[in-house]
Every structure is written in structure tokens, then in C-alpha cells.
């Protein structure tokens, strides 16, 4: 099972980066998709996460801002951010596993993840 995070980059204040979460060995149809972040010196935070029938959750720090999505077919994830701001830099992450929308947000019900995604907003 590989679960690959990409769309990261530098970006300044107020702009928009889309995140790509693609899975492989491992079928998505029935599984829920999280997205955390973990910024330099703090812990790691749920930022979203979408269940298998599409139930979405959102961080209230990202709410408003950030959309969520998934593409069963091409067996990825989405997480696309808007109106970024300084304290979004963070390494992003993507997990995937049978998790229900009251926990997906929460790291530990996840068994299979992505490798990170770095992404800086800064002027």
C-alpha cells in the first residue's frame, strides 16, 4: 500500500495550492481520506477528512478556506486550499482507512499514510 501526497509548494498570502493524495494497493471506494499537517515544533493536527460516502469534516481553522474532495476512480484524494495564510505552512499528510465521519479526524484510526507534502506561505 503507497500513498503519495504532491501539490506543495511556496506560496504567498492569500493564494491557493490544490493537494493530490493518489493510493495504490489499497481500494478507496470504502475507506475515509484525512488530511493532518504537522508544522515545525508542534504536534500534528487533523486539518479534514472525507468519509467513504462523502461526509466531510473540516478543522475550524481551515473552515471556509479548504475543500476536501476524492475521486474514487482515480483512487485520490484532494484537499484544495484557498486564502492561505502564514500559520498553514506545515508538512501535509494524507491517511486513508475504514474510519467513520466522527473519528476522521483523528490520527490514530488510521492505519495506511502518505509521505508528506510541504507547503510555505510566506511574502
Known amino acids: 500500500v503507497q500513498l503519495q501526497a504532491s501539490g506543495g509548494g511556496l506560496v504567498q498570502p492569500g493564494g491557493s495550492l490544490k493537494l493530490s493524495c493518489t493510493v495504490s494497493?489499497?481500494?478507496?471506494?470504502?475507506?475515509?481520506i484525512g488530511w493532518f499537517r504537522q508544522a515545525p515544533g508542534k504536534e500534528r493536527e487533523g486539518v479534514s477528512c472525507?468519509?467513504?460516502?462523502?461526509?466531510?469534516y473540516y478543522a475550524d481553522s481551515v473552515k471556509g478556506r479548504f475543500t476536501i474532495s476524492r475521486d474514487n476512480a482515480k483512487n485520490t484524494g484532494y484537499l484544495e486550499m484557498n486564502n492561505l495564510e502564514p500559520d498553514d505552512t506545515a508538512d501535509y499528510y494524507c491517511?486513508?482507512?475504514?474510519?467513520?465521519?466522527?473519528?476522521?479526524?483523528?490520527?490514530?484510526?488510521?492505519?495506511?499514510w502518505g509521505r508528506g507534502t510541504q507547503v510555505t506561505v510566506s511574502s
Open positions: 494497493g489499497l481500494n478507496l471506494d470504502d475507506r475515509a
Open positions: 472525507i468519509t467513504s460516502d462523502g461526509s466531510t
Open positions: 491517511a486513508a482507512d475504514w474510519v467513520d465521519i466522527r473519528r476522521c479526524i483523528m490520527a490514530g484510526y488510521y492505519d495506511y
